[in-house]
């Protein structure tokens, strides 16, 4: 049958090798292939089974996967017994060798047909054709039981990667796997049952406590709480009122609720996350990439040179044996396998976007966890990345001479037909508009504000341009005031003013303090006025902070700091910052629960808005880096120790075990060591 070859984004090949193996046997071949995880197996193979691969729907049992090897070694142990403890005068010549071959089978056999297969394939240079070589070149000198365990050990290693992969995959999977399959439709005041997709926009959804919403809309009840952890991480409960959008994945915790649905169900915002993390997987790292590049000329060059360890001493030693120097050769063969870094390193990258993404972090791809563990200043947005992007009224002044009540009523009523942010500050801190007030020639004054006749007489409420317009005195000077201010007059008379701020973050303080901890320089680009922004960068700690910026000002800016050799990250909206997004090393976006465009335009996407989420993205990579670069490091001077004591001759092939099979066992357990991390801000 005909077999198509798999490619990476990068164009490289990525079939027939033992990574490959290794993930179709845990059922995650959509790891290497970036394909989508909902998937259980979508790799393009058109062969017959017998190559290897795990061709079925689910992954096999631990205990199928390890029922050839448990044979192997029961019959590896009699025949040891036989050799050294219980000897018997039988056990010898064909029945020996009987004995050893049937231990071999089940665990050499698979290997030995892969590197057939490969070969067929056009992929001589394998890692199932090193340990062909080395575990037949064994038995060829009659080393029956280190050919056998040799095999052995390898098939063991295979079976406890497959269970490391299988566990990054089901920790990725068991993040995306939010959206039920069906939800609860009411028509005629009668429920039904209908699949997810099936849902149409208007639809009402009832929500039972303890479901799962299948698709965003409207809260149509009074109040609802919801677990948000699935879209933000954030197990607080989220108490929303009627009207509030409410996405695909948040739980209701109460009282049962219904919900107008607004969005298509492959539109919803949790299905772009899930795309989003599935794509991934695609985008691979540098390293990973070096790594596949160097394993592909890093096998045939260890082939060539365990042959030059065979035949060249012939012409240098005087007592040169073939026995003992094919032996070397064999020992070389099986410590040069490259298993612990094809395996390991994209395992750690894996582990790393999962625990990202546990912490309501989204990485567009491996190579970004590269970039941010590099990033030596953070560039950031104010409103809406330390602030909450929400206007609150923080004073309000009113001369003794008016009652500020009646004012607050009559401001309150004017405003009311502006949608401006301002406006909504205000009328959430005045409450409900008294419609029994009625302005009249009530007009917008664009760049000033607005005014109206009420009771006969002028109001105007808007900035101090606008009583300057009007020839309205006041005794104050409004640049002493660091929040944005609403100036009021009535009847040509100043009557007061009311200050509006942008409440900062809770956590954005901690977040700048875990920054500098980090050795990170932080650097606040605003275009919001300047003192606003000085006083916002004083109170969080903010390294430099600049106001009065147009998106032009923020890109020279951020040339600046890289041109001072510093990696940079920004942290903005990524829509209306989107020109210093592209400059910037790595953009960040405040996604929440916010833009789609958002997470389109960003490399990363914190999920709840919070600031303290950005030192928690630079942490994980670090920590994922660090495990990379330990699990590189450990394979090249363990294996390369060893290759040197078995090409002298003063390693076995029981140490050649340890620095193939022992060294991937041991990266691999580090490289699962980033999915157990607690990466808490």
Known sequence: MKHQHQYNSKGQQICCTQEQKVYAQAGAQNLVNGLPLKNEHDHDHEHSDDDGHDHSNAAPTTFRMFLPALISFVLLLTGIALDNWIQQSWFTSWIRIAIYI?????????????AATSIGKGEVFSEFLLMSIATIGAFIIQEYPEGVAVMLFYAVGEVFQTLAVSRAKRNIKALLDQRPDEVTIIKDNQPFTVKAEQAAIGDIIQLKPGEKLGLDGELLSETASFNTSALTGESKPDTKSKGSPVLAGMINLNTVSQVKVTTAYTDSKLSKILELVQSATAQKAPTELFIRKFAKVYTPIVVFLAIGICIVPYFFVDDYVFRDWLYRALIFLVISCPCALVISIPLGYFGGIGAASRNGILFKGSNYLDIIASIQHVVMDKTGTLTEGVFKVQEVVIQPEFNKDEILKWVNALESISSHPVC?????????????????NAEEIPGHGLKASINDKELL???????????????????DIVYTIIAIAYDGKFAGYITIADNIKGDAKLAIEQLHQLNIKATMLSGDKTSVVKDVAGKVGIDN??????????????????????????????????????????????????????????????????????????????????????????????????????AGGLATMWEAVFADVGVALLAILNAVRIQRMQFNT
Do not use: C
């Not at 049937?102 to 892969?114: I, R």
């Not at 909504?424 to 009249?440: C, K, L, M, N």
């Not at 409420?461 to 640049?479: E, Q, R, S």
């Not at 960003?602 to 920590?623: F, L, T």
């Open 461 to 479: 409420v808007g900035n101090f341009k606008l009583m300057d317009k009007f020839n309205i005195a006041y005794d104050m000077n409004p640049t």
């Open 424 to 440: 909504t500050a205000i009328r959430e801190y005045a409450g409900e508009v008294d419609y029994s007030i009625h302005p009249q």
């Open 545 to 646: 902070a600049f106001g009065d910026m147009l998106p032009e000002d923020k890109v020279n800016k951020v040339k600046e700091i890289k041109a001072q050799k510093q990696s940079v990250a920004f942290v903005g909206d990524g829509v209306n910052d989107a020109p210093v997004v592209a400059l910037s090393d790595a953009g960040i976006a405040m996604g929440g629960l916010g833009s789609d465009a958002t997470i389109e335009t960003a490399d990363i996407v914190i999920q709840d808005d919070k600031p303290g989420k950005i030192p928690v993205a630079i942490n994980i990579g670090r920590q994922t880096k660090k495990i990379v670069w330990q699990n590189i490091t450990l394979a090249f001077v363990v294996k390369g120790i060893v290759l040197i004591l078995g």
């Open 102 to 114: 049937a231990a071999y089978l089940p665990v050499g056999l698979p290997v030995v047909k892969d």
